[in-house]
Antibody, heavy 117, light 104 residues
């Protein structure tokens, strides 16, 4: 059974850097597929942020590209999200997910991030 | 960048009724790229349809998807209480804004 679990701080100060980690169990991230971050502001819809292939190729939401980095940690079977210079608009429920090509088939439960001083 | 527009924003129906949700793409897309998700309150989204018309594992056959080009639909033939949720369509890195199916 594939499982994903997000971890990281729930509170980040404006202008600082948000770092989140997704721990994957039941499947090796090096074996295949794509690994993604998606966020959802409170009461709003889903927004894809970034995807990394098992081979390390990366894809970013165009307007976030200058502030975002996604990376793999094969040894720990984890992937991460770094979002720099955060503002209140970056406050959201952040999900990690596996993308098989047709769809995001496995999701983490989400981690709520608030941006506030 | 492709934009996906879902309609209606909210669908008010009773259990047992049929729900038809629409997803329109700003330009033609491959049906192999179109997926639908269900999100219940407090839960992560769950894939229910991929390749526009294929049901994901464990999804009951009252859910069906169809369409091609720019117009896609998700149909729930007879609404069960657990089907009242928000539904999103998705193509690559784009999600529609969602349709809420609520109890009338």
């Amino acid at each position: 059974q594939v499982q994903l679990q997000e971890s990281g701080p729930g509170l980040v100060k404006p202008s600082e850097t948000l770092s989140l980690t997704c721990t994957v169990s039941g499947y090796s991230i090096s074996s295949g597929y794509y690994w993604a971050w998606i966020r959802q502001p409170p009461g709003k819809g889903l927004e894809w942020i970034a995807t990394i292939e098992h081979n390390g190729n990366t894809y970013y939401k165009s307007y976030l590209k200058s502030r975002v980095t996604i990376a793999l940690d094969r040894a720990k079977n984890q992937f991460s999200l770094t979002l720099r210079s955060v503002t209140a608009a970056d406050g959201a429920l952040y999900f990690c997910a596996r993308f098989t090509g047709p769809c995001f088939d496995y999701w983490g439960q989400g981690i709520l991030v608030t941006v506030s001083s | 960048e492709i934009v996906l527009t879902q309609s209606p924003g909210t669908l008010s129906l009773s259990p047992g009724e049929r729900a038809t949700l629409s997803c329109r793409a700003s330009q033609s897309i491959s049906s192999r790229q179109l997926a639908w998700y269900q999100q219940r309150p407090g839960q992560a989204p769950r894939a229910i349809i991929f390749h526009a018309s294929s049901r994901a594992t464990g999804i009951p056959d009252r859910f069906s998807g169809g369409g091609s080009g720019t117009d896609f639909t998700l149909t729930i033939s007879r609404l069960e209480p657990e089907d009242f949720a928000v539904y999103y369509c998705q193509q690559d890195g784009t999600f529609g804004q969602g349709t809420k199916v609520e109890i009338k």
